[in-house]
């Protein structure tokens, strides 16, 4: 039998979502954003190699690059924040990171699919799990109860 959201109606066995199809779109997204560079630009695979070589300055001007050609992509800034966190800039990291949350925060109550919505729940909270330490570095203390917060309600 399948899953029911709210107050179902006599008769009305019509499945909103099956627990598969709620299983398959929450594993579909959860790929989509470990697999954050299928269908970026060179720039993106660029500063990914560059983090990956342990070049954090040179990733930071390809994320940047990149960040430039797509202001509005959530997980080009998350990038560039951890970029500029690799090259010990704490504040500009933290800021990038700020701004993503800020785009998926606008985003996540679009009407969209469920699976874009999943995949923009899933990349916040990643984004949260990078603020919470990044908060208390910074002596952002009030900072940590809100995004905590903001994790259990989005």
């Given at each position: 039998m399948g899953f029911h959201l709210g107050p179902q109606r006599a008769g009305d066995l019509t499945p909103v979502l099956t627990p598969r199809e709620y299983v398959s779109l929450l594993s579909n997204a959860i790929e989509e954003v470990v697999q954050t560079s299928a269908g970026r630009c060179d720039s993106y695979e660029r500063g990914v190699a560059h983090l990956a070589a342990e070049r954090p300055g040179a990733a930071v001007d390809a994320f940047d690059s990149f960040v430039h050609l797509y202001p509005d992509d959530p997980v080009g800034h998350r990038m560039l924040g951890l970029a500029h966190l690799a090259a010990g800039h704490f504040v500009a990291g933290f800021e990038h990171?700020?701004?993503?949350?800020?785009?998926?925060?606008?985003?996540?109550?679009?009407?969209?699919?469920?699976?874009?919505?999943?995949r923009l729940h899933l990349?916040?909270?990643?984004?949260?799990?990078?603020?919470?330490?990044?908060?208390?570095?910074?002596?952002?203390?009030d900072s940590v109860n809100r995004l905590i917060f903001e994790g259990l309600v989005l």
């Open positions: 990171l700020v701004f993503a949350l800020k785009i998926l925060r606008r985003d996540v109550w679009l009407p969209i699919p469920l699976c874009e919505s999943f990349e916040a909270g990643l984004v949260r799990l990078l603020l919470l330490p990044l908060c208390g570095r910074l002596g952002h203390r």
